[in-house]
């Protein structure tokens, strides 16, 4: 395999119908972990790697987002740690005035609310 060097000229190895034998290191239990969850999608681990490859192809890039923040598991996250981890986010000119707006009209219930606007 050819590797790519960020020419134009050896960019279309991503659409040669060829194969090439990859070879490399990685964790044995995330690739029984991965086994798992792609066995239930019905694919193998190189059908998931040539999918990842074939997406670097067509996005010309890597097909996620890459950081350097921490990952906070959302899921059993506290109001705190949501706030932390969002807290450095500046809003869009659209949100802010959002969030300042005052309502104009208050509900007691989910159902008045649901009236109000079923009419």
């Given at each position: 395999?050819?590797?790519?060097?960020?020419?134009?000229?050896?960019?279309?190895?991503?659409?040669?119908?060829?194969?090439?034998?990859?070879?490399?290191?990685?964790?044995?239990?995330?690739?029984?972990?991965?086994?798992?969850?792609?066995?239930?999608?019905?694919?193998?681990?190189?059908?998931?790697?040539?999918?990842?490859?074939?997406?670097?192809?067509?996005q010309k890039g890597i097909p996620f987002a890459l950081?350097?923040?921490?990952?906070?598991?959302?899921?059993?996250?506290?109001?705190?740690?949501?706030?932390?981890?969002?807290?450095?986010?500046?809003?869009?000119?659209?949100?802010?005035?959002?969030?300042?707006?005052?309502?104009?009209?208050?509900?007691?219930?989910?159902?008045?609310?649901?009236?109000?606007?079923?009419?």
């Amino acid at each position: 395999m050819v590797p790519f060097d960020g020419n134009a000229q050896t960019a279309h190895i991503c659409d040669m119908a060829k194969t090439a034998i990859l070879r490399t290191r990685v964790d044995s239990e995330k690739v029984t972990a991965a086994e798992r969850v792609l066995s239930k999608l019905g694919i193998s681990v190189g059908d998931a790697i040539n999918l990842f490859l074939s997406q670097i192809c067509i996005q010309k890039g890597i097909p996620f987002a890459l950081t350097t923040r921490p990952h906070l598991d959302l899921t059993n996250a506290t109001v705190e740690e949501i706030e932390e981890r969002y807290s450095e986010r500046s809003p869009t000119p659209v949100t802010a005035a959002a969030l300042n707006e005052r309502p104009t009209r208050r509900y007691k219930s989910a159902s008045q609310a649901l009236r109000s606007i079923n009419g």
